[in-house]
């Protein structure tokens, strides 16, 4: 090993190949869809519903949550019935689609607040670590980007693995019939894209997951912690 006086050899890990390479699981990925609107036609709600179909013919098996009577961050305890249904439900995923309006540049605070209220560790356990993630938006107007890059920012800082690939549905109410269903369209085959990568890192990562996000300073805390208490129990 090269001279590296500030490493912590005995915890230090070069990539392993082999474990990047585990047994793969059987079971259809689980997806979990969030959107960020709750109008009655909502073109967020409807691009999800549309993503959640060719997900389920990809083979995944999704779910959809219905932000509805959420309450705001910090206004209800952790048990209130809507926001345990949202953790139990990103805690079951394997992957996530969160697909925003844009609403004064940004996302909504719909969507805001269902990322909120996922913590980012429960006791030892990290809900949404490793998971991949697809970022989607719809805009009223001209096609922008500012919502699908907010929640990229987000994504890594709940520690997931977002994919490249992302869509933006530019003057989404040309785009939907009465029905709620998307239209053919350079925007429909782009969330068709989407989905289908999302489905790849899904396959790809899933079984690996809590390889991928092992590190070396988390490995070096816990050493210490442990030796905190080995030392402590000594004493006693």
């Not at 709620?180 to 990562?205: A, C, N, Q």
Request: neutral net charge; glycine residues 6%.
């Amino acid at each position: 090993m090269r001279d590296l006086p500030s490493l912590d050899a005995p915890l230090f890990q070069a990539p392993d190949r082999e474990a990047l390479r585990p047994p793969a699981s059987q079971h259809a990925p689980r997806i979990l869809m969030l959107y960020g609107s709750v109008r009655e036609r909502s073109y967020s709600r409807f691009a999800s519903f549309e993503a959640a179909r060719l997900l389920e013919a990809m083979g995944a098996e999704v779910r959809i949550f219905d932000p509805s009577g959420l309450p705001l961050p910090d206004d209800a305890p952790a048990n209130h019935a809507k926001v345990q249904e949202l953790r139990d439900l990103s805690a079951w995923s394997e992957g996530q689609v969160w697909c925003s309006p844009e609403r004064h540049g940004a996302m909504t605070g719909i969507l805001k607040a269902q990322i909120d209220w996922i913590p980012l560790s429960i006791g030892a356990v990290r809900p949404t670590q490793g998971k991949t993630l697809a970022v989607m938006q719809v805009s009223g107007g001209s096609q922008s980007f500012n919502a699908v890059n907010q929640m990229r920012v987000l994504g890594r800082w709940m520690r997931m693995l977002t994919i490249p690939n992302q869509s933006s549905v530019a003057r989404a109410y040309e785009q939907f019939d009465e029905a709620g269903r998307m239209k053919p369209s350079p925007y429909y085959d782009r969330i068709v894209d989407v989905m289908e990568e999302l489905m790849k890192f899904t396959l790809l990562t899933r079984d690996a997951a809590p390889y991928l996000t092992d590190r070396y300073s988390e490995r070096k805390e816990a050493a210490a912690k442990l030796e905190a208490r080995l030392s402590l129990a000594s004493i006693r």
